[in-house]
């Protein structure tokens, strides 16, 4: 059975952490667009006080789905193998 992998975008910062929520969460966002709308927001901030070179920058995190003891090796290289077709657009 073939399942899709997610991609997590989050926002690396300059001193090369991640931004971090009040709560001691990393922000991570589901799509790139969402992702770049916080980093806009990040630069904005930054020129409000003074800061013309803030240099954060956009990550992603590729996550596989849950795996059981069960499953091999083997399932879980074909599954990253279609994927990584898929998205390079390449064949198998």
Do not use: K
Not at 16 to 27: D, E, F, H, N, Y
């Amino acid at each position: 059975m073939m399942t899709d992998y997610a991609t997590r975008w989050a926002i690396r910062l300059p001193d090369g952490r991640l931004a971090m929520s009040s709560v001691g969460q990393a922000w991570m966002w589901d799509n790139r667009q969402t992702a770049e709308q916080a980093i806009g927001y990040f630069q904005h901030n930054a020129e409000r006080m003074g800061i013309t070179d803030w240099r954060g920058e956009i990550v992603r995190q590729y996550c596989t789905p849950w795996l059981a003891d069960s499953d091999t090796g083997e399932r879980l290289v074909d599954e990253l193998t279609a994927w990584l077709a898929r998205e390079t657009g390449t064949a198998q």
